[in-house]
């Protein structure tokens, strides 16, 4: 019998295959018998000889279990030669024996977990590195990225950088396969060359400010860095500059760090216990809240913090966004959201055109919470009796304030929002209407970004940061 060629659309088709290999699956026809061949290549000529006897299957046998379908998306992926006739040779052994993927020696097994792990790390190596740089153009601006996959995932990858840049229009340049999206309609195209795109942009010397704001010299681990960041996509990244410099200057900034003095405590006039309690009434001005609430013994957090932080903006805002606590920074000065995790929610505010400068920000916890650690204070979450606490203080500034939402960023906000226990994912991304009360969006706490270890999942996160903050900016425009 001679041999079936099956050709397939491209090395990325796994429809194609999927639909082959059922054919030749109900036919009865041995993988001995079947050359897989792309592009009207030559077919597999370099595959590996196969490993285990696959049985002719009948036509009423053909059922293998979702774990393998799944499996077989992936790792048809990778760019193996050998990978089509493995995976049909899986799939007629898998018919015969449903429990196959669980014989974790068996070689086909063995090799096909292998291709799939390999095309998930290329995966996540292209969330990870991809960088657009802003093209002008006659009718407006494109965004172009240049990546050198090692695996044929283009097409598998791009709906993530669709979603995640719905708003803007660009492509995605590599050898075998290119990406475009014009802001409605997701295309592929051929290859391009390293010189299609751009070196540079306008917007990277904020980016490398930005980055170098948030390296943390005492948590530099360099191997980490390097497995996670190969020298081959060095050149694609606008940061990689800084990295050298910031490496060689992590041990001295740590020594300094650790060698600076603790803050001392903020020394002033304070009201006795009884006349801060939360619970006075309605006061007269934010001023005069502000001043109370600097005074408060309602819990101990006050006394080893260096002052109690209030909200900031303008008494007119239409909308509120309520943190957690002060952070060590908030602490020191007094202010809310100048930290780390306040410079990342004015990025992300500003991405979702939210105007800043109309926003009150508060926490819903006006003393900083910390552990210490010789001379660092480490942050520690909240408790229910911290919150329940301070909540009259919030909601007292809420009476002062009267704004029409309330942006409650991370569990801590959204159970002083609502008075009790709210689990963010649950209510996240969504505008809770309220009678007699401020509506409530809930999303999550912009430090929580900053703690992912994983890149691609923190850049995933921030946009979706970006998408909730957008709802705010919609709801402060149609109340305008």
Known sequence: MSPRRIALAGPSDVAGWR??????????????????TVNGDGGDLFAAPVATEAPPL?????????????LAEVA???????????CYRLLLRLAADRTLLGDAADPDVVRAHGLAKAVRRDKHKMTAFVRFREVARDDGAWFVAWFEPEHHIVEATAPFFMRRFAAMRW?????????????????????????????????????????ASIFNPTRLKVHAMRAEMPR?????????????????????????????????????????????????????SLQALHDEVDACRACPLWEPATQAVFGEGPP?????????????????AGRPFVGPAGALFD????????????????????????????KFRLH????????????????????LLKPQLVVAMGATAARAAFGKPVKVGEHRGRIARRDGAPDVLVTVHPSYLLRLPDEARREEEYRRFVDDLALAANYLAEAA
């Open 316 to 332: 007119t805002a239409t909308v509120v966004v309520v943190g957690e606590q002060p952070g060590d920074k908030e602490d020191i």
């Open 76 to 86: 048809l992926l990778h760019s193996d030669p050998g990978r089509f006739d493995l």
């Open 171 to 211: 492509s995605i340049l590599t050898p075998e396969r290119s990406a475009h999206w014009d802001g409605a309609t997701l295309a592929f195209g051929e290859g391009g060359r390293r010189a299609d795109a751009p070196d540079s942009d306008v917007l990277e010397d904020a980016w490398r400010t930005y980055y």
């Open 347 to 374: 990025k992300a505010a500003r991405e979702a055109g939210l105007e800043r400068d109309k926003v009150y920000v508060t926490n819903a916890v006006k003393h900083f919470k910390f552990e210490p650690r010789g």
């Open 19 to 36: 639909a082959a290999a059922r054919a030749l699956a109900s036919e009865g026809v041995h993988p001995h018998d079947v050359v897989w």
């Open 380 to 399: 520690k979450t909240p408790g229910p009796t911290e919150i329940n606490a301070c909540r009259p203080w919030l909601e007292r500034e809420l009476t």
């Open 58 to 70: 009948a036509p009423s046998a053909l059922s293998v279990p979702r774990a393998f379908l799944d």
């Open 232 to 284: 081959k996509y060095w050149r694609n990244l606008p940061e990689a500059s800084l990295i050298r410099p910031l490496i060689a200057s992590a041990a001295k900034a740590t020594a300094d760090m650790v060698a600076a003095p603790a803050p001392e405590p903020k020394k002033g006039q304070r009201m006795t216990p009884i006349e801060a309690s939360p619970d006075r009434g309605e006061p007269s």
